[in-house]
């Protein structure tokens, strides 16, 4: 346990000190500040535009840190040689890639909460999308008992929350909505997710081809679901029975089930429709969606441990 804390410790500071760290930090926080200006030139409304836009920046840069890094972290060390100055001390190799695994997930989540901070503080300027905490507002949903009652004591809460904010309260404290909450959650399995293929493919192949992989990946994985809903039959009622009116080539169809049952589903760790418009994402679709996310991650991790323990780095 110690010496996977070391590698832990170890591997954050190289990654967080590094050039492409930063360079992608920047980037970032160059356009999450610049959605401001962004939802200035639009007729829709500027809070969803902000939302839309930063939510993608904090994303895409997530997932270019979690590819690159995770696909150079174990690769430059065996390249470099640098790797002998870990395994020949009494430090097993699932150790050592344990700890540098969750060590470039600590740097994940290190930016992701950054991004996330600065991307509070331009709406907390704008003064949009935020929700000012109110003392005691949950005991009023506590003893809801029906879908009617839940909605009403919601438009309860939320009148509640902005009279409390239009009273001038010196110490009142502004959060961020919940779906922007999980969001930024979702953001960051799925960014550790991606990088564990990244780290995956890193030991099998050279470093440029795992990051090609892992893009694929993610692409695929992004436009599956909406594949496997285009090669579903397209049915009508007609006459009181059921017709199907198209189908999709048989071979294509099953070679796109194929891909939607085997390869991972990012789609599902997208919920900016739920955060632009506010809409509260539900514990069971949270839980499961994480779930998904984590078991991916560890099986991925467990067989990239299983290589790497076969692999000659001599």
């Known amino acids: 346990m110690k010496n996977i804390l070391y590698g832990i410790m170890y591997s954050f500071k190289e990654i967080k000190n590094s050039k492409i760290f930063y360079s992608f930090l920047i ?5 999450i500040s610049g959605s401001y200006f962004v939802s200035q030139t639009s007729f829709i409304s500027q809070g969803r535009i902000m939302v839309d836009f930063s939510i993608f920046a904090i994303s895409i840069f997530n997932i270019f840190i979690g590819i690159f890094i995770g696909a150079s972290v174990v690769y430059d060390d065996i390249e470099k040689k640098s790797i002998f100055l870990s395994i020949t001390r009494p430090v097993k190799r699932t150790e050592y890639l344990t700890g540098r695994f969750l060590g470039l997930a600590a740097a994940i989540i290190f930016s992701t909460v950054i991004m996330m901070f600065i991307f509070y503080f331009v709406l907390l300027i704008m003064h949009k999308f935020i929700v000012p905490v109110v ?25 509640n929350s902005a009279s409390y904010a239009a009273s001038g309260h010196p110490f009142t404290f502004y959060t961020l909505p919940q779906p922007l909450i999980i969001q930024g959650l979702f953001i960051i399995i799925e960014s550790v997710f991606i990088s564990a293929a990244a780290l995956l493919f890193s030991l099998v192949t050279s470093k440029a081809l795992a990051s090609i992989f892992a893009i694929l990946i993610f692409f695929i994985g992004n436009v599956s679901s909406r594949m496997n809903d285009l090669v579903k039959p397209v049915k009508k009622i007609i006459d009181g029975k059921v017709v199907i009116v198209h189908q999709a080539n048989h071979i294509l169809a099953s070679i796109v089930r194929f891909i939607y049952t085997v390869l991972p589903n990012f789609s599902i760790f997208n919920i900016s429709s739920e955060a632009a418009y506010k809409v509260n994402v539900s514990s069971g679709m949270i839980l499961y969606r994480a779930a998904y996310g984590i078991c991916y991650t560890t099986l991925l991790f467990i067989i990239a441990s299983i290589i790497f323990s076969k692999k000659d780095i001599s």
């Open 27 to 31: 980037f970032a926080l160059i356009l």
């Open 135 to 159: 003392p005691n507002a949950g005991a009023a949903v506590s003893g809801a008992k029906s879908v009617h009652n839940v909605h009403s004591n919601n438009v309860n809460l939320q009148n």
